[in-house]
């Protein structure tokens, strides 16, 4: 599948979707702060959500049931990647120093972060 980045208010309810695994419209509304956005605007978020490829329904009576046809995980490499290649050469040492320089951060603290990296790395390997 030819990945999509998403907009601001799509990203917003994929982030609630994988969140919550599977989810109504009601659901998804409840999971908002302070101003919430229209049960219309979820649900039109959704269609468009839905004709990209992210999210698939199951009809449970009257209302359909959400769940992510792409998980958090893909499209977070999908983005990475992206920022990667469009803003770094696809260079990781070039995005590690950017990040290092705007972090304030030395090398001590740069070598924590690659050792943190390395030890998800491991329990990512672990799982599968």
């Known amino acids: 599948m030819d990945l999509k980045s ?3 208010a799509e ?9 919550l ?5 009601k ?6 702060e302070g101003s919430k956005p229209a049960y219309t605007t979820i649900a039109t978020v959704l269609t468009v959500l839905e004709k990209k490829g992210f999210v698939s329904h199951r009809k449970i009576g009257n209302s359909k049931l959400f769940t992510p046809a792409i998980s958090k995980a893909e499209y977070t ?16 040492p070039k995005l590690a120093s950017f990040f ?3 972090n304030d951060m030395d090398i001590s603290d740069l070598e924590k972060v690659l050792k943190e990296a390395e030890k998800e790395m491991m329990k990512d390997q672990e799982k599968n």
Do not use: C, H, P
């Open 27 to 32: 659901d998804i509304l409840a999971e908002f």
């Open 100 to 102: 290092a320089k705007e």
């Open 11 to 19: 990203e917003q309810i994929m982030q609630i979707i994988w969140k």
């Open 6 to 8: 998403l907009t601001k």
């Open 21 to 25: 695994r599977e989810a109504i419209v």
């Open 77 to 92: 490499k999908f983005q990475v990647t992206s920022l990667l290649g469009n803003y770094f050469g696809g260079s990781f």
